[in-house]
């Protein structure tokens, strides 16, 4: 690492550059340098430096008002940290592009000169830098600065500004023509929208304030057009994301509808001289905003994940819809929970009868795979149709749940004691119904092997199919664990799928697409209507449930087309399996406990790696963080208070007032 150069000797060779873009590619050069989390203290230090240096200190400040005056800076406004109107997929690509093959660099355009100073390497000085830190160099380069210089300069920044203002009222107009938000809310086509009012109030605030009369107008109107704005924004998220679903393009719109807004609202505190205290948090928020956005301006997961903030809502509360279903939270719930998971555990049962009928046909990997999958798939929709429960399916919905319960609760003291509840009732809930599925899918291999051998006088499976089955549930020689987890990875890429698949229902309106579909003639027309809606409230559990076979049926596949062992072991089939092995060749209660425990392991690792996947994408896209540390502590204590609590519910009906909505059927 390079010897970092001290801040005098840096100042010093300010007098050495012969421009004002020298003076200051050499201040971020200093600032590069070293450890990136010490730049706050490198920027202390200059500015120290440039204290006790007052000639170094009116050169640096006057080369930075020169270089304001020389370029551009309303691109930088309304360009910097907001999102084109190119669409998330041309913007991806065009980052991508300029990773390749990085366009021209040119000094008379504001955002080239900031990425001449900054790029993505950046990120992490730029963030380590606080606003206070930057305060102090503002306020010196203030003072240090001459007072033609200041003004001049504060002239020429102040006509950008408000340029810049009109041209953001102006996109934020223009969008409300567009299909996707008129899809969602049609009463922007009906009625005078804020938007439209936010542009001709602006146009004449900017008129005024270049007029220099700001003093004598009355900005109220403004403040309330863009809370307008905003509500209305928030008002097509909600409804999006309840009712209508949403597309990747009308995610990426409403990011930018508020990034603009956010823009708005800052440049006009700066050009509010009403408010001096003010300005100045407010530059160096833009400031740092524009350095940040620089850092990320090639970034394809930065805006990636912006973007797709919204619909990952909209796929995540889908699922949390769902997730209400699997959490028992009174003695009822409790034991509907078990019958569902029994009734599923005898299908499981059979489907594993199945696959293991398919295994001794000797067909083609392919054809194999392909009946497995199948048999996988159509037995899962079967359980979700007879509204069974299948306990490994909880997790991927029930961390949406609880997820929802992280951003609802955030600001609450109570958060942790509430958050701790939720868990335990999620975490019993599960294991419940993975007993549940566990009981009835043995009890059934067992009967089923028993009347296999009453009829046959044989037993169901071979020697080579039973130890085959034993060995496959062991944690390391069968690599059931591993296996374990990546059928958990595929339980949790069903929870997104499911959720994605609901989201697509409500943004193409399916229910109203199939009423009036020709091929419904063949539904009389009294039932047409609920055919209809059945498909479209169900539309994702079953493509989640189809896929989610195929997953399952078709790894094993793909490992044998790359040469690597790949399978997936899940704890219902693998608790049918050893029902079918031991029947077939006993061997006594203790290998048959031991079985059985190498089974619950494959469902805790089933669990407990979809939970925390779900639980984690549900959190970013909530942008929700969780306490864990505290969260621990409160379940320490419930748990230390309440042991039952871990195995039966102890209140009626605890958070019930705070669960979300239930628009979906659920299995």
Known sequence: MPAITPAFKVIDGFSLCETDTERLNVFFTYLREGEPELAELRLEQLVLALANSPSQASLFANSICNE????KLSPAFVQLGIFSKNGLVTEIFRRLYNKINPPPKRCNDINDLLSYFVGGEDKVWVNAISSKCWFKLYRLLVKSASPEAIRTTGEYIKSELCYSLEMLAIWIAAEELDPELLRIDRRLNEVDSPFIALQRETSQLVATIKEGEIDSVDTAHFWVMIEQCQLQVKRIRTRGISQFGFSTHASHMLERLDQTLNRMVLLFQILD??????????????????????????????IYRKSTRTFS????????????????KTKKDYINILKGACGAGVIIALLAWVKIYIDTLQLSPFKSAFLVSLNYGVGFMLVHVLHFTIATKQPAMTAANFAAHVEKNKQG????????????????????????NIVAAISCSVLVSWAFMHFFSDALLSPEQIDYQKQSIMPFSGMAWLYAAIAGVWLFLSGIITGILDNRADYIELKDRLVAHPLMRIVPESRREKVAFYIHDNYGALGGNLIFGFLLGMTSYVGYLIDVPLDIRHVAFSSANIGYAHVSDFHGVLAFLSSLFFVLMIGFINLWVSFGLALFVALRSRSCELDIKSVRTAVFNQVKQHPACLFWPQNTAPMAKNSPPNHKRTP
């Open 68 to 71: 304001a005056k020389t370029i």
């Open 273 to 302: 001289f009403r408010h001096p205290h003010q300005k100045a948090r407010c530059v160096l928020n833009l400031w740092q905003q524009l350095l940040t956005s620089v850092t990320e301006r090639n970034s394809v997961r930065a």
């Open 313 to 328: 809502q909209s796929v995540t509360q889908n699922k949390s819809n769902h997730g209400e279903h699997y959490i028992a």
């Open 413 to 436: 003291r109570t958060r942790s004691k509430k958050l701790a509840r939720l868990l335990i009732d999620v975490n019993r809930s599960q294991w419940f119904a993975v007993w549940g």
